[in-house]
């Protein structure tokens, strides 16, 4: 795999002054000041990369696309987005892989109906994606996605309940197997997610509350919302109880 002989420490200095430098516009509030929160950061990001490094699957598979762009029609839209990792492991098995740095460990039941992921294997199969400098059919056939949870690599910096010190967290990847007729399921699938999104009704997707950055404004969630259900509970909750004294009644 390429890169695996990067300096990391100047690679990442490099890649966050280029950030910082390109997003002068977004103010930043510092937790303890810029110096210390940087350090502190960079000492994130080095332990998190040398496990990335020294991960003997990552060292063993091909990457064979990296931040790659696709394109995909489906019923007259078109569809596109940004692939992190399509790579062949040492047993010529395609996986297409979704790097997360969130703090919680996704679930690998959640990850089978996926959508964006589904999608991702689904552009590949039937897309397009761009590459040297143009779009081109990829027709590959994924058998597995997965989600590289890049905090695995966090090492315990003390003896704990789940695992000793000097110890990383576990494993990074969380892997489903992609079976062809998957795809054709999440086809079907897509002209429904289409329709909801294209409609002008709410859908709150409420296993995504917990990480959403709206939920303070959002309706779905607020107590507004809530009062306004348990009002509706009240003027139902007498009727059904009349109802069930009658049925007792007879
Ligand atoms: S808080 Fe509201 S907007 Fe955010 S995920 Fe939940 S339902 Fe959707």
């Given at each position: 795999?390429?890169g695996?002989d990067l300096?990391?420490?100047l690679?990442?200095?490099?890649a966050?002054?280029?950030?910082?430098?390109i997003?002068?516009?977004?103010p930043?509030?510092?937790?303890k000041?810029?110096?210390?929160?940087?350090?502190s950061?960079?000492s994130?990001?080095l332990?998190?990369?040398?496990?990335?490094?020294?991960?003997?699957?990552?060292?063993?598979?091909?990457v064979?696309?990296?931040e790659?762009?696709?394109?995909?029609?489906f019923?007259g839209?078109?569809l596109t987005?940004?692939i992190?990792q399509v790579r062949?492991?040492?047993d010529?098995?395609?996986?297409l892989?979704?790097f997360?740095?969130?703090?919680q460990?996704?679930s690998k039941?959640a990850?089978?109906r996926d959508w964006q992921?589904?999608?991702?294997?689904?552009a590949?199969?039937?897309?397009?994606?761009?590459?040297?400098g143009?779009w081109v059919?990829s027709?590959l056939?994924?058998?597995?996605t997965?989600?590289?949870f890049?905090?695995?690599?966090?090492?315990?910096?003390?003896?704990?309940?789940?695992?000793?010190?000097g110890?990383?967290?576990?494993c990074?990847?969380?892997?489903v197997?992609?079976?062809s007729?998957?795809?054709w399921?999440f086809?079907e699938?897509l002209g429904?997610?289409?329709k909801m999104?294209t409609k002008?009704?709410a859908f709150?997707?409420?296993s995504a509350c917990?990480?959403?950055?709206?939920r303070?404004k959002?309706?779905?969630?607020?107590a507004v919302?809530?009062?306004?259900?348990?009002?509706?509970?009240?003027q139902?909750l007498?009727e059904?109880?009349l109802e069930s004294?009658k049925?007792?009644?007879?």
């Open positions: 795999m390429e695996f300096d990391l420490e690679t990442y200095t490099q966050l002054q280029e950030v910082l430098g997003e002068l516009q977004i930043i509030r510092w937790k000041g810029a110096e210390e929160d940087l350090a950061m960079q994130h990001a332990e998190v990369l040398n496990g990335y490094v020294n991960y003997n699957q990552n060292q063993a598979a091909t064979l696309y990296s790659t762009k696709f394109r995909v029609r019923k839209m078109l987005g940004t992190d062949r492991n040492v010529h098995t395609l996986e892989i979704d997360k740095s969130g703090v460990r996704p039941h990850l089978k992921l589904n999608l991702y294997a689904y590949l199969r039937y897309g397009e994606i761009f590459t040297g143009s059919r027709r056939r994924v058998h597995r997965s989600i590289y890049l905090r695995a690599h966090e090492i315990y910096k003390r003896d704990g309940k789940y695992g000793k010190k110890e990383e967290k576990g990074p990847l969380i892997s197997e992609k079976p007729w998957e795809l399921q086809r699938e429904n997610i289409i999104i002008d009704w709150p997707n409420n917990g990480y959403c950055a709206y303070d959002c309706d779905d969630r607020s919302h809530l009062v306004h259900q348990y009002a509706n509970l009240h139902v007498p059904v109880e004294q049925g007792k009644q007879v």
